[in-house]
């Protein structure tokens, strides 16, 4: 008997989307479930790498840029707007055909508003019902919400209620039931391993930034006698090698390599992502945030983590040494645990 195929669509923009979604595919696998998976750029690189028996497929790229001046980024994205709305109509069209040519059940859509399909249970998985973009957060916010309205349901990776992990991204005042909060989801489990490194740092998000923080970060940490692994967060095979041996410099990890990494260190020096800031708290980590520059809700999601006593940040330009020695202050995340049944989220590819 044909299991049911499930299209797995994930938006390339860092490498969050993706990461975030490899628990919904091995859980798809494990329910007995065949996943088809789509994407572009590095997140179907990850994909692939991940999952390299799985059936890949190439949508088009949303290709969303930062400007080196983060206060044009809205802007940008605004002149940008048409660009990908024709992006969206065409992913429209490419889903219907990936449907008939691959008899696809259900769709799972991490922030690809194009991929879905009256005809089959289609959801969207999203922490952003809000979108914070700064004067325009309300108009951002109706755009989100309308599109996710074209969806059966809305999975939510927060928990309900006010002791969560997204804050007023990932709750509105008042809710429907398509919206179903299904608790954080991380690749990362806790564990025990000895502490080799002091810290860890993980680079991600679209350029110039990225480029733009670790030419940063190697300038401000060039002399240290700290342990560092340095996480570049590129799929590139040119190496980048230094004279100080405390730095060991790798451009990706993957699965448990990974997660030896994050449960080997005593401190993490990330952006301020939501895949990352569930992955913190999966692993009950203190860390040090550096949101992206004009990306509002990597800026909220610091200020919120520091106002709750959780984790410290500071502005790209600012970072120094000096800002690290407060880190024994703050209180790291705690593990928020939500029991959830994978089994009964995907009921809903079962009914008429």
């Not at 309308?146 to 059966?152: D, E, L, P, V």
């Not at 060039?222 to 090698?241: D, M, N």
């Not at 992502?273 to 860390?287: F, P």
Request: glycine fraction near 6%; aromatic fraction near 12%; proline fraction near 4%.
């Amino acid at each position: 008997m044909q299991k049911k195929r499930i299209l797995v669509a994930v938006l390339n923009w860092g490498l969050g989307h993706a990461t975030r979604c490899i628990p919904i595919i091995k859980a798809l696998l494990k329910n007995d479930y065949e996943p088809i998976l789509a994407s572009d750029g590095d997140a179907l690189r990850l994909l692939k790498k991940e999952f390299p028996h799985i059936i890949c497929i190439e949508l088009p790229s949303y290709n969303i840029k930062y400007t080196e001046d983060p206060s044009n980024l809205k802007w940008k994205l605004l002149f940008d707007s048409p660009r990908i709305l024709g992006v969206i109509k065409t992913e429209k069209k490419i889903t219907k055909k990936i449907i008939q040519d691959y008899q696809i059940s259900g769709i799972i859509s991490d922030n690809r508003w194009g991929v879905r399909n009256k005809k089959i249970k289609s959801v969207f998985i999203t922490h952003q019902l809000n979108v914070l973009s700064g004067n325009t957060t309300y108009f951002s916010s109706k755009i989100q919400q309308k599109f996710i309205q074209k969806f059966n349901e809305c999975w939510v990776p927060d928990l309900p209620g006010s002791k969560n992990l997204s804050g007023i991204l990932g709750h509105l005042k008042e809710t429907t039931s398509a919206i179903k909060y299904i608790g954080p989801l991380s690749r990362i489990e806790k564990r025990s391993w000895p502490k080799v490194y002091d810290y860890l740092i993980i680079l991600s998000g679209p350029e110039p930034q990225r480029t733009f923080l670790e030419l940063k970060l190697l300038q401000v940490f060039k002399s240290t006698e700290s342990k560092i692994l340095f996480i570049r967060g590129v799929f590139s095979s040119e190496e980048i090698s230094l004279k100080n041996s405390n730095i060991n410099i790798r451009n990706h990890l993957y699965g448990a390599v990974l997660q030896q990494a994050m449960n080997s260190c005593n401190y993490v020096i990330a952006r301020s992502g939501y895949t990352t800031i569930m992955d913190l708290s999966k692993i009950e980590a203190k860390a040090f945030f550096i949101p992206t520059p004009g990306q509002f809700e990597q800026e909220y999601l610091a200020e919120r983590c520091e106002k709750l006593g959780i984790a410290p940040f500071c502005t790209q330009e600012e970072f120094s040494l000096e800002k690290l020695k407060n880190l024994d202050e703050f209180s790291g995340f705690s593990n928020f645990r939500f029991e959830h049944s994978f089994r009964d989220l995907f009921a809903l590819f079962e009914r008429e």
